[in-house]
């Protein structure tokens, strides 16, 4: 295989899940030390957990540019375009970036035959290189799945370990309880390495605390009870936080998600307990004002909002934030319409019962989503069939779902769309792609 385009690169890692599997973390450390050299582990912030992972990543990032520092962020997955991925200081690898550090993972993989890395790893590696070449002040690596025997997890000393909300996702590779789930999570801790955590669960949060006691490491709790009540605006939050070494008053996110304090105030506690006297409250503020992440109460059209939840805990939190978002706007009688779609492999049963039972949409477009992992139309009925108040239509694929529920919405409707990223990144994607009137 000779020099390749960005799109035949793209086209090679789709296949990679055809031939390879994941390996062991040491094969990726190794694979790694060969493709990168220098040690870069005292850069890296290494953050897992099972909802708001990507979304304090994107709060830690832009506090620590508005500090001064440069910062690589590898994350995932992507809406629309691998490139997603890996970035450094906000902006996405170019192609040719891609195209080169492609070449250079795959030509080490070639070398290794039966150990080639997985779709994941592959891309992991790829981030390193990149970020060796541009040598950020900082690397921020959001894990894949778990933790534990994440590929991300081959960095033995990290700078600082952050885990967010721990739930139920991905249990037939997690376990079953929220103990197993949070013991894998966990997996992340070094010793030696300082982690904050979100203190939201008492079963999940006494794992970490008990696993960074056995590895002598501090543990740093974010409780909600430090958390102010959130004020909710017409496209922003005002909230406050504070513990018992500082305090933020008026803190402002440009989001109508009302769980984003939460992640916010993670974002925090993790830039504040670097200890770099640029992080000042100025940086902090400005940072948590200027973050967007892509895809969480995003309003893509007038009255058109995305959101990435996609597990039980993340659909309750959406529903949070429509209620609280409408409370004070929708009083001219508009009605709340959703786009709904789901990956099979999800509790979707619980998500459509907590959207049900919450009797805030007047109609539910549920479609397919283009995606092999997609839930059948079939399956979709039969989970909606049991829930006879609910307004539901079908559709085969999502481009027919959001023609639809355009059609049907008037001037003072507000349309939600939730249920997977997959879905997300297609409706990004289709937006993108109209033109407009």
Not at 137 to 163: M, S
Not at 414 to 432: D, E, F, H, M, P
Request: hydrophobic share 40%.
């Amino acid at each position: 295989m000779g020099q390749v385009t960005y799109e035949e690169a793209c086209e090679y890692i789709l296949d990679i899940p055809k031939f390879a599997g994941k390996h062991t973390l040491a094969d990726t450390k190794e694979m790694l030390g060969r493709l990168t050299g220098s040690r870069i582990e005292s850069k890296i912030i290494h953050v897992a957990g099972t909802n708001g992972k990507g979304s304090v990543c994107a709060y830690l990032q832009s506090i620590l540019r508005t500090a001064g520092f440069h910062v690589g962020m590898f994350i995932s997955p992507h809406l629309e375009t691998m490139r997603e991925r890996i970035l450094y200081d906000g902006e996405m690898i170019p192609q040719e970036s891609f195209v080169k550090t492609f070449e250079l993972v795959r030509e080490e993989s070639d070398r290794q035959k039966e150990k080639h890395p997985s779709f994941f790893e592959f891309l992991f590696l790829m981030g390193m290189c990149y970020f060796k070449e541009k040598e950020p002040d900082y690397i921020i690596l959001e894990t894949g799945l778990g933790g534990r025997l994440d590929a991300t997890n081959c960095i033995a000393k990290p700078k600082l370990c952050v885990i967010t909300e721990i739930g139920f996702d991905h249990m037939q590779y997690l376990g079953n309880t929220l103990v197993e789930i949070a013991g894998e999570k966990a997996g992340i801790i070094k010793p030696g390495t300082p982690v904050v955590y979100l203190d939201k669960r008492k079963e999940t949060s006494r794992v970490i605390e008990q696993t960074a006691a056995v590895l002598e490491t501090p543990a740093i709790a974010v409780k909600k009870s430090q958390i102010g009540r959130p004020v909710m605006r017409k496209k922003s939050i005002d909230f406050f936080f504070g513990n018992g070494y500082y305090r933020y008053d008026n803190l402002i996110l440009r989001t109508t998600a009302a769980y984003q304090t939460e992640n916010a105030s993670v974002a925090v506690v993790a830039a504040r307990s670097l200890k770099e006297e640029r992080i000042d409250d100025e940086a902090v503020r400005k940072g948590l004002y200027d973050a967007f992440w892509p895809g969480r109460m995003e309003e893509i059209l007038p009255r058109v909002f995305l959101d990435g939840a996609h597990n039980e805990d993340g659909i309750e939190a959406f529903l949070t934030s429509v209620s609280a978002a409408n409370t004070e706007q929708e009083k001219a009688a508009g009605k709340r319409l959703l786009l709904f779609g789901v990956v099979a492999d999800k509790q979707y049963d619980k998500m459509i019962g907590r959207i049900a039972a919450s009797q805030l949409f007047s109609h539910i477009a549920v479609t397919v989503l283009a995606s092999d992992r997609s839930a059948s139309i079939d399956k979709l009925k039969v989970a909606w069939a049991q829930y006879k108040t609910a307004d539901c239509s079908f559709h085969e694929s999502a481009e027919e779902a959001f023609h639809y529920i355009q059609s049907i919405q008037k001037e003072a409707d507000t349309i939600y769309i939730a249920g997977s990223l997959y879905l997300v990144g297609q409706i990004k994607t289709l937006v993108r792609r109209t033109p407009d009137d």
